[in-house]
């Protein structure tokens, strides 16, 4: 690294503490940009430093952009065990699979997340058009379904997403993360979709068994018919309703902060959507709220709260009760939302044993979430015809960061392949057989390896298959052979059999099946 280099990522160290420092003491917007524009000047002159290098020999910075990262195999045979317990459950309740570019026209996501539109990544201007990375998965569901002409359809779709956020990795908030939806889409009678949306998460949580939840639920109906019984301004109901979001993560003398500096409301305003937002509860918080004066007044509240009743009640009879709460600060950003929304925490905060032994408490936030979203194809359909649609999405990577953070903690090994027999050879001059069994093994569907070295030492055949987790092993020796016979290995109790060489492939299936059961 030349001398300059070395002093410009100094002064980048220091510009970002810089940076840092100013967004926790909330100095004014205007300050911060002018900082936050130094900061990105020192980065431009690093990479182009770098660029100009790359030509004379020198070493690349080896890092992965910000915000994203790998993982290894221990990783994503965690994260792919994850995904298919996701996947069976969305199975299990009808959903068929679709998918959809990873960018969208621009004008595609365009005004569609509220606040949140400024972390939509753009892309340079490839061949005409102007593209954007998308930013989750709703708004291209939308847009395929105005497209493709489809009213109806329950739909799952796994896949990555994009966001121009301020990472914090150890919490699994990525600027490159995949997202699990489930969406149902169609004319269909109040609550029904929605409270199977609740089901379809709760059952997920209980099965990923992460620990103790709560699902919170409102509506945006009853969101929009506090704030006009508060005597918010209806061009103010979204960006109230973006600051009421933050409740989760800052306490209300912070939002009513936000409120009144940035937003523009009075105090008095404010201290009245105060009183509401700190309310929850179940069906008597419903009663109590259509006995308000306030509330009672404004038709768009009134509704909410009937369809609130109505979905608490579906919840009780799908045997939820205990893993819900309808919850007033609940509000979720998000322009598109017309309905209920939902969002699910973990209500014991998990605790991971620290390499000094300590327990560390571990802070993951929202680990799914989601709502209905009744005008958004009507958006995309040349006629504004409306498809009602409502779903959730699963915070898989939230839960990867807790569940790799336990297994770290507790010392556990996943099985990183899914072999389920070793062929290994006994002594020198047997690699020929060993390709003819394993040919057998593979065509027959079983999962088989084999030593890439023609002569390979028994002792290490066996070790890698220990250090694998590979439950069998079939050792082939020249006298077995010349009898019909090969020695057959359970690799964890060391016992070992002469099975017939004969056929080889359907008895090792016959064994695997009862290894299974």
Not at 168 to 181: I, L, P, S
Not at 254 to 265: A, I, Q, T, W
Not at 413 to 431: C, F, M, N, P, Q
Request: charged letters at 30%; aromatic letters at 6%.
């Amino acid at each position: 690294m030349s001398e300059n280099r070395e002093k410009i990522q100094e002064e980048i160290k220091k510009q970002g503490d810089l940076v840092r420092k100013l967004k926790s003491a909330k100095e004014s917007k205007e300050k911060i940009d002018v900082e936050v524009k130094k900061l990105l000047a020192l980065k431009a002159q690093v990479a182009e430093e770098d660029e100009s290098a790359s030509g004379t020999g020198q070493k690349f910075m080896l890092k992965t952009p910000k915000g994203t990262r790998d993982y290894n195999p221990q990783q994503m045979a965690l994260r792919q065990g994850v995904l298919d317990k996701i996947v069976a459950v969305f199975k299990k309740h009808g959903a068929e699979s679709i998918d959809t570019p990873v960018f969208e026209r621009k004008e595609v996501l365009t005004g569609k997340y509220g606040e949140d539109s400024k972390l939509i990544y753009d892309l340079k201007d490839q061949g005409g058009e102007i593209l954007s990375l998308r930013y989750d998965l709703t708004v291209p569901l939308a847009r395929y379904l105005a497209m493709s002409k489809i009213s109806s359809i329950k739909r799952y779709h796994i896949a990555k997403v994009y966001r121009r956020d301020n990472p914090a990795m150890t919490r699994g908030r990525y600027r490159e993360f995949y997202q699990c939806d489930f969406d149902i889409a169609g004319t269909y009678d109040q609550m029904l979709p929605d409270a199977e949306c609740v089901k379809v998460v709760s059952e997920i949580l209980s099965g990923l068994d992460i620990g103790d939840y709560v699902i919170k639920l409102n509506h945006r109906l009853l969101l929009d018919g506090m704030f006009e019984a508060c005597g918010v301004p209806a061009d103010k109901f979204r960006s109230i309703c973006s600051a009421v979001d933050k409740l989760d993560k800052s306490p209300w003398a912070d939002v009513k902060r936000e409120m009144m500096e940035e937003k523009g409301l009075d105090e008095t305003t404010a201290d009245q959507i105060g009183e509401y937002v700190q309310l929850a509860g179940g069906q008597e918080l419903v009663e109590k709220l259509l006995q308000d004066p306030k509330l009672s007044a404004v038709k768009s509240a009134v509704s909410g709260l009937e369809q609130m009743r109505k979905l608490l009640t579906y919840c009780e009879v799908l045997g939820l009760t205990n893993e819900i709460k309808f919850d007033l600060s609940l509000a979720r950003g998000l322009d598109y939302y017309t309905g209920v929304i939902y969002e699910a925490v973990l209500t014991g905060v998990p605790e991971i044993s620290t390499n000094g032994g300590e327990m560390e408490p571990v802070t993951l936030g929202s680990v799914a979430g989601g709502g209905r979203y009744d005008n958004l194809v009507g958006m995309f359909d040349p006629r504004g015809k409306q498809v009602p649609c409502v779903g959730v999405s699963i915070g898989v990577e939230r839960i990867f960061s807790l569940l790799e953070a336990k297994q770290a903690a507790e010392g556990i090994k996943i099985r990183t392949t899914d072999v389920e027999v070793y062929v290994a050879s006994a002594h020198k001059g047997l690699h020929g057989q060993r390709l003819k069994v394993i040919t057998e093994l593979w065509d027959g569907g079983i999962k088989s390896e084999h030593s890439y070295k023609e002569n390979p030492k028994l002792l290490v055949q066996l070790q890698h298959c220990e250090e694998q987790g590979i439950p069998l092993a079939l050792i082939l020796g020249d006298s077995e052979l010349k009898r019909g016979v090969v020695k057959l290995r359970e690799v964890t109790t060391r016992k070992e059999e002469e099975i017939s060489r004969e056929n080889i492939a359907e008895e090792l299936s016959r064994r695997l099946s009862l290894l299974k059961n």
